[in-house]
């Protein structure tokens, strides 16, 4: 049996530190020029994200809260402030679910809609252009197939991590 050398698990523990780190500051740089290219419209990143969720097609009829921060990957208390901002800034609101009355819905208002598909969509592509400067298609391919391969890992971690009511992080939270 071979065993790897104590230099490559140095070289292979300094890669991972760097990788997370500059994932951790892309996050960061991402809250804040993202927040900047939408704030006209009163959106930040987390806003966006929201608004992202609720306009694709299978969430025509709104999103439980529940799933909505499954979706997300954050936890419905951090979702619960947000959602309670949004309301009040007019973008999204709460309805009862026809399946269940006893489940609410979030659900984009037409106002939301305006300012989600009119105001903010063409700053965010051009936000995303300057995002991807240079990047080819190739490029954009493969990083999204190492986030996703890194999604999918973190995933499995966090599925071992057991739930306590406490732990926001159980949900691979992020502040909202």
């Not at 025509?60 to 990957?73: C, D, I, K, N, T």
């Not at 936000?127 to 999918?152: I, R, V």
């Not at 057991?162 to 926001?168: I, Q, V």
Request: glycine share 6%.
């Amino acid at each position: 049996m071979v065993f790897p050398m104590p230099q490559t698990k140095d070289a292979r523990m300094e890669l991972a530190n760097r990788i997370f780190f500059k994932l951790y500051q892309c996050a960061n740089m991402l809250h804040k020029t993202g927040s900047r290219a939408v704030q006209d419209e009163g959106l930040t990143t987390q806003q966006w994200a929201v608004l992202g969720a609720l306009s694709r097609p299978e969430a025509a009829q709104g999103m439980g809260v529940g799933e909505l921060a499954r979706y997300l990957m954050v936890s419905r208390q951090n979702l619960s402030g947000l959602i309670t901002r949004m309301t009040r800034d007019g973008h999204i609101e709460m309805s009862t679910d026809g399946r269940d009355r006893r489940s609410r819905l979030v659900v984009m208002t037409d106002s939301g809609r305006h300012v989600w598909m009119d105001l903010a969509q063409p700053k965010i592509k051009a936000y995303y252009e300057q995002a991807l400067q240079d990047f080819s298609m190739g490029d954009m391919a493969h990083t999204l197939h190492y986030f996703l391969k890194l999604l999918d890992n973190m995933e499995k971690i966090d599925q071992k991590i057991p739930a306590s009511e406490d732990d926001d992080t159980r949900e691979g939270e992020q502040d909202l």
